[in-house]
């Protein structure tokens, strides 16, 4: 029984194997004929060159981790500028960025100048100049940007409610402790702001009993007195947030013994 399932293991990993062989496929000889160039001309030059594409996906790997963290701040990866955030969209009305998903169970329909059209699962705009129509992981369509009128995301109701309520709850923030959406709340949000090293964070519970859950959990942040003080009082660690809303010397009770 474990051989078979070895063998299993062994069966994905070559087929993993095999798809990425195809992708390359056809620069494979390019590859080895220029290999086989910088070879003969010296080791010295195909280290280089080896060297220099290292630095190439060192810089690439930079600027993606970059544009990431901009986007998570609400940033244009562009222009810097704060983006406007719409339900499946983000647009940046200083430079004209904008980044869309398509739908995840409805389909796109690519609506052509001479009135055909083409429908797919998702679209791409390529650099190429072409609109990428593609279907259950394939490529089923490669339309020129000239020829095409419009493109239509058909989006079922379902997936709108969905992301609706889904966005309703990032906003009103969770508990950070239960996890729980701070949505129709009896009582104000409880606010800590405490740090686990160097750099302060924020928390917010949704009760009293999330609270002192929390502290019980981490007891080491009382050796900054993280729980007793206030962080206008602080200078213990590197801050991140404004602290107008710090709940924790409004609530005296919650301090642990």
């Known amino acids: 029984m474990l051989k078979g399932l070895f063998k299993k293991d062994e069966d994905l990993e070559s087929s993993s194997s095999r798809e990425k ?103 791409f705009d390529t650099k190429g100049g072409f609109i990428l129509g593609i279907t259950d992981g394939v490529v089923r369509a490669k339309v020129s940007t000239g020829n095409v009128e419009y493109i239509e995301f058909v989006w079922p109701e379902d997936e709108i409610s969905n992301k609706r309520k889904a966005r309703a709850r990032e906003q009103a923030g969770m508990c950070s402790w239960c996890e729980s959406p701070l949505t129709d709340l009896e009582e104000e949000p409880i606010i800590v702001y405490a740090s686990f090293g160097n750099y302060q964070d924020r928390y917010v519970f949704c009760s009293k009993r999330c609270c002192e859950a929390f502290q019980k959990q981490y007891p080491v942040r009382v050796h900054k007195n993280c729980y007793a003080r206030s962080c206008l009082d602080c200078d213990l660690c590197i801050k991140k947030h404004e602290t107008e809303d710090e709940t924790i010397l409004e609530r005296p009770d919650l301090i642990l013994h």
């Open 21 to 123: 062989q195809i992708v390359i496929e056809r620069q494979e000889e390019e590859a080895e004929e220029a290999i086989n160039l910088l070879t003969k001309e010296g080791k010295v030059d195909l280290d280089q060159t080896m060297e220099e594409i290292s630095t190439a996906v060192s810089e690439a790997a930079k600027a993606s981790l970059r544009d990431i963290k901009l986007m998570e701040e609400g940033r244009c990866p562009s222009c810097g500028h704060k983006t406007q955030q719409f339900l499946f969209t983000s647009v940046c009305a200083n430079c004209g960025w904008f980044s869309f998903i398509s739908p995840e169970e409805g389909t796109s329909i690519i609506h052509l100048k001479n009135g055909a059209t083409i429908e797919c699962g998702t679209t």
